[in-house]
């Protein structure tokens, strides 16, 4: 009943100084904002980031471009001299590699009855879906056969839908890619842009015989994707992939490559590099920023304890025990603190959300960052509140009243 | 009711000399006397005020009240005793600001262990005579107002003893006899008062006056 009492009077007296309860809300709201946001957008950055590794070297991988090409598009390297019999050796030679993937393709313009667009057109072996970890979200993927026979199916994105169909359901349809007819017999999973902005949705993929053959007349490819079964044979793995094709291409010692060769050893260092700049350098600068709001608090507070000695010692006079005023005190930052703290949860949210639309982040909210803010709130109001309460409390009522 | 034994008083402060404020002041108040201490400003009336109100521990002396040493009580006994016991009255009000004069004297109910305290502040703001200004804030009242609603705060737990410091020091002469006809009123109802003043036109109505000089108790005379 007393305790009681001296709260929802202490809540009273915090709304008559309104100015002094909404400054002390700052120094938390600045904090938790601050650390809410680095959280989230840390969060969503990586799993991203994640993401997009993963889809590109996949768990444990070995990526080959032919020289200068790139992953996809881009024109042909010169010095081109990858191909298929190439990754059939190393995948007879190497039992390590449990499956890989070829790719060749091109920027070709895909028509339909009354659309066109132009789209990244890729070839890809039937073991795709599962060498790249994408399938197709209708519709069915092309099997062996259909590459053994440059069948002309084509398997393609959104993007493409949209352009080419709008509302209209795309499965069974004809179109033109490049100058080949081809049926639409699936519908890629969406991706979404890849790390280097580009939309992988607007792509369509057909078997690798047709690219080569049909579409583009050449018999090497530009990138290869080659699974490892076992993550510790990944380094091993791929200095043998190096020695076999450069014993394949009649290369001489202290020749360089014809091939570019990257394992997913080298992208874990990168992501690395990236994770320790997302969960460690970025959560000390909203840290240093807590401090610093929490630094406000407390000397806000302990100013609000020098002015009011006064209150203090009348207080104490007409029967507060010291443990009364402690308790005032702290209750005033707790409660600033954790209204604080609420306002910079909001606050970071919402600066969160707009970050990761920006960035094109996906959805950001995070249950831990809301977690570590309030956690945060809650720290800055005990880093704030119990030194100046105890010196609140330790006054001399005679003191306090002179 | 009380009764101090030589009780002396000391403070150090850290540079300069102990100033010795009370030394060897003895002095018995019975329950129901109006009790006046005068003395100059620096004779120590403050401290044997904040000595009497259990403000502050003597340096020396025994103190007690109704028979019971205070030396052995610890600071939640001694606030439990300030909220019932005793109700006080500051020169400058000592009233919270942007606080309602309800409010105000509703402060001493807060830290006391009544199941309810709901009526008990008005009716004691009804009896210095501001039933109509219960809603005020002290910016909103006058001097004398403001110190009645003090002696309301000081009521409200009905202590026995009510301690006075210089209560008229901040107001002009009439409504200084406003506040005096109040006590005067107080202590016919059977109330303990002890004011500490250094005007003697006030203390003479007392029953008692007790003068301090550099600590000491140097005359005590009954008035008439």
Known sequence: MRTARLLKQSLRMMTRSKLRSGFMMLGSLVGVAALTLVVSVGQGANRKMLTTVRQIVGGSSILLFSRGGRLVGGPRGEASRLTLDDLAAIAKELPAVEAWDPQQGLMAPVRSAGASDTARVIGQSERWDRVWDRGVSRGELFDAAAVASSARVALIGETVVRELFGHEDPLGAEILVGSVRCRVIGILEPFGTDAHGMDRDDEVVVPISTAMRRLMNVDTIQTAKLLVSDPARIAETTREVRRILRERHGLAPGQPDDFVIRSSLQAQAMVGKVQRVLFLFLPLVAGVLLLGGSAVAASLMLSSVNERVGEIGLRRAVGARPEDIQLQFLLETAVTALGGGVLGLLVGCGAAQMVARKLALGDVFSWNAIFLGLAAAAATGLLAGVVPARRAARLQPADALR | ?224
């Open chain 2, 1 to 224: 009711m009380i009764e101090l034994r030589e009780i002396g008083k000391t403070y150090t402060r850290p540079g300069s000399d102990a100033v010795r404020a009370l030394d060897g002041v003895s002095l018995q108040i019975d329950r129901g006397e109006f009790v006046a201490i005068v003395g100059a400003s620096g004779s120590g009336k403050s401290t044997l005020m904040n000595v009497l109100g259990l403000l502050d521990r003597p340096s020396e002396g025994r103190y007690l009240l109704d028979g019971r040493d205070v030396a052995d009580l610890g600071v939640n006994e001694l606030a439990g005793l300030r909220n019932q016991r005793i109700g006080f009255v500051f020169q400058a009000f000592h009233l919270l600001p942007r606080t309602s004069a309800l409010e105000n004297v509703e402060l001493p109910l807060l830290y006391s262990d009544r199941a309810s305290i709901k009526g008990l502040g008005r009716r004691a703001l009804e009896a210095v005579g501001l039933a109509d200004r219960i809603e005020h804030r002290p910016s909103e009242l006058s001097g004398g107002q403001q110190q009645r609603v003090a002696i309301a705060r000081a009521l409200v737990n009905e202590p026995d003893l009510l301690l006075a410091d210089e209560p008229t020091g901040n107001l002009d002469a009439r409504t200084a006899g406003e506040i005096m006809a109040i006590f005067k009123t107080l202590h016919q109802a059977g109330r303990t008062l002890v004011l500490i003043t250094h005007d003697a036109a006030l203390a003479a109505h007392c029953d008692r006056i007790v003068h301090l000089d550099q600590g000491r108790i140097t005359a005590r005379k009954e008035a008439s």
